[in-house]
């Protein structure tokens, strides 16, 4: 059974207005351990996606389910709740939190499910270590650099141990040598973990390591290709 | 909770000079704002300790007609067993028994109406402290007989000085009109102009020797150990003794109540409208801090922070900014009372004597009590309350797939 599954998904904007169909009639499914990327040109419709995935944005029709449960028509505050449990969330400008240090930010999904704090410190470190950034941990994000801040953007959407991690083009601001940093530890995460990952992304580097690529053009689904990948 | 602490105090420091300011404008506003009440506290402390303490003491008795007609043969009835009881009670510190007539002070050029007091020296002393007003003279010494004491004022106008004479004329308590020559001990000066100038203080066994009635007693003045058992104390009195007029201060100057009562009120009112323009500031800086976080906002609105934690967190930024500049401005504030209260402030620069024609001293001394200073801090609580609530709207409004891309 697919951990996600989209039906006839469809977001049309501005519609008494100047209507912009979004998203038309995409039916996904993704199962557990996947480490796909959606690409496509600007404008077609990844980000929009995404944002329905993670349930920061209602679809104008169709439904998402995730883990059988269907989150298209939950309340706003209940639908918060299940974002802080169940995904998480890598961005491209990373957007920690920039008076928190690195552990802080690690912490801080914690913190808002109300864990335990010795189980949260653990974690966070354990999670730190597995990004490469065990001496960095009491750093602002000021001290870090772009692909240190990544690095702890993963960590921290891994916090909360969520069904799946939902990436908005992370590569984007990175230089090659971060970027492929960055892509290698997810990669790993992926296979060791099995983390679900879902990228959108233009860059190559994240199309080469994803074991499935679809194609996002004008809102429409065009191709959608399980890529046979080396383990790592 | 703890983590929201965190995040809103080092939050508050992420713009040092924008915040920096606004705390700045807010100490100089309390600080400002509670000296200025500070003063105004100070003229009413002193008028009420002046018309407490050196005018009209805790509890007067009268007649009852006396206080209503003033007349000379309205005694108060029994003075002896009253003057037993009051040196017997426990409630009591001291008093001061008085005999009142109205009558003419003339000189050869001048003649001018006044209240003649017949005092016991030591009593008044103990009593209203009278004796620190001599200006000129003494205490009632250095004349062995009929000695007066006038106040500065009266003396001027009469043109008299110590060891002057003049000629006192009243009404016996038979209706016949009697003079007495009198000689100046002492001159005294009050800070209250209109009493300095119609009061003049004899010794009452002299004024009872011309009354006719040894003990002719008008009024008893009571100063009490405990100003609180002010009320408790009339009433035993009133239940006491019935047939006289037992009165006591609020009673007698339900002004100096109103005033003491309104003062306070007043003053936070004032206090209050300094806050609510300090407050604008406030909202302002706090709307330019969400306005500037706005990827930062939705970024936590997306991975779950729920509303009423972001609310929480705006909330908290505004009061912990607000609360350092309230801090500041009090220490600041109370600091400065505290070290002039010690010297007071003289107006005497500004004012002159004008003061004096209101009943009040050009020597004040600043105060500013507890509560004053709680109510300050509710009242920037709720201030800063009020403040937070359009930004922290502004936040929750905030749609976060939008805002976790904005630039």
Redesign the interface.
Same mark, same amino acid.
């Given at each position: 059974m697919p951990i996600i599954s989209t039906q006839g998904l469809t977001k049309i904007y501005n519609e008494r207005i100047v209507p912009v169909t979004a998203l038309n009639n995409v039916s996904l499914d993704f199962d557990a351990g996947e480490f796909t990327a959606i690409i496509g040109p600007s404008g077609s419709g990844k980000?929009t996606l995404l944002?329905m995935l993670?349930g920061?944005?209602k679809p104008t029709s169709g439904s998402i389910t995730i883990n059988g449960l269907e989150i298209t028509g939950m309340k706003?505050?209940r639908l918060?709740?299940?974002?802080?449990?169940n995904i998480g969330?890598v961005?491209?400008?990373y957007?920690l939190?920039?008076?928190?240090t690195a552990i802080?930010n690690v912490s801080?999904?914690m913190?808002?499910q109300k864990q335990p704090r010795n189980v949260i410190e653990k974690r966070a470190i354990e999670l730190l270590e597995q990004v490469g950034l065990a001496d960095r941990i009491h750093s602002r994000p000021g001290e870090l650099s772009g692909g240190q801040q990544q690095r702890v953007a993963v960590a921290?959407a891994l916090a909360?141990k969520p069904n799946y991690v939902l990436a908005d083009e992370p590569t984007a601001n990175l230089d090659t040598k971060s970027a492929f940093t960055l892509l290698d530890i997810m990669e790993k995460l992926n296979h060791e973990e099995k983390i679900t990952l879902i990228f959108s992304t233009h860059d190559q580097r994240v199309i080469e390591r994803a074991r499935r690529v679809i194609t996002l053009v004008d809102g429409t689904v065009t191709t959608d290709i399980p890529v046979e990948k080396q383990q790592v | 909770m703890a983590?929201l602490i965190?995040?809103a105090w080092?939050?508050i420091w992420?713009n040092p000079s924008r915040s920096l300011t606004i705390i700045l404008a807010v100490v100089v506003g309390l600080f400002a704002g509670i000296y200025a009440s500070s003063i105004s506290f100070g003229f009413v402390d002193q008028r009420f300790e002046n018309s407490i303490e050196r005018f009209i003491s805790h509890i007067q008795l009268h007649n009852p007609d006396f206080v209503h007609d003033g007349e000379g043969f309205q005694l108060v009835a029994n003075p002896g067993e009253k003057i037993n009881w009051l040196d017997t009670s426990s409630a009591v510190k001291t008093f001061s028994v008085r005999t009142r007539v109205n009558g003419i002070v003339a000189t050869a050029g001048v003649t001018n109406g006044a209240i003649i007091v017949g005092i016991d020296p030591a009593q008044e002393k103990a009593t209203t402290r009278f004796d620190e007003w001599l200006k000129e003279g003494s205490y009632f010494e250095g004349v062995k007989r009929n000695p007066i004491l006038i106040g500065s004022e009266l003396a001027e106008k009469m043109h008299v000085g110590i060891n002057s004479r003049i000629v006192l004329t009243f009404m016996d308590l038979e209706g016949n009109i009697t003079s007495a020559s009198f000689k100046v001990a002492g001159i005294f000066k009050t800070i209250d102009k209109p009493f300095d100038e119609s009061n003049v203080f004899v010794l009452r066994s002299d004024l009872v020797k011309y009354l006719a009635v040894p003990e002719a007693v008008h009024e008893i003045a009571v100063l009490l150990k405990d100003p609180a058992q002010v009320k408790a104390v009339g009433d035993a009195m009133k239940l006491r003794w019935p047939e006289t007029s037992a009165r006591t201060w609020y009673e007698i100057s339900p002004e100096l109540q109103y005033l003491q009562e309104m003062t306070g009120q007043m003053l936070l009112v004032f206090i209050f409208i300094i806050l609510l323009g300090l407050g604008f500031g406030i909202l302002n800086t706090m709307l330019m801090s969400v306005f500037e976080r706005t990827?930062?906002i939705g970024?936590?609105?997306?991975?779950?922070?729920?509303?009423r *934690?972001v609310f929480g967190l705006v909330l908290l930024e505004t009061i912990f900014l607000s609360f350092t500049g309230a801090i500041g401005g009090m220490v600041t504030g109370v600091t400065l009372v505290k070290l002039s209260a010690n010297k007071g402030i003289d107006f005497a620069s500004v004012a002159g004597d004008s003061l004096a024609d209101y009943g009040y001293g050009s020597l004040v001394y600043p105060s500013v009590s507890t509560g004053f200073v709680l109510g300050i801090t509710a009242m920037v609580f709720v201030i800063a309350v009020l403040a937070a609530i359009y930004p922290a709207l502004k936040a929750l409004g905030l749609?976060?797939?939008e805002a976790? *891309?904005k630039e």
């Open positions: 980000t944002n993670g920061l944005d706003e505050n918060m709740d299940y974002r802080l449990r969330f961005f491209q400008s957007n939190i920039p008076v928190l802080e801080f999904i913190l808002l921290r909360s | 983590l965190k995040i080092r939050n992420r990827r930062e970024m936590l609105m997306a991975i779950g922070m729920n509303k *934690r749609v976060p797939a976790v *891309r």
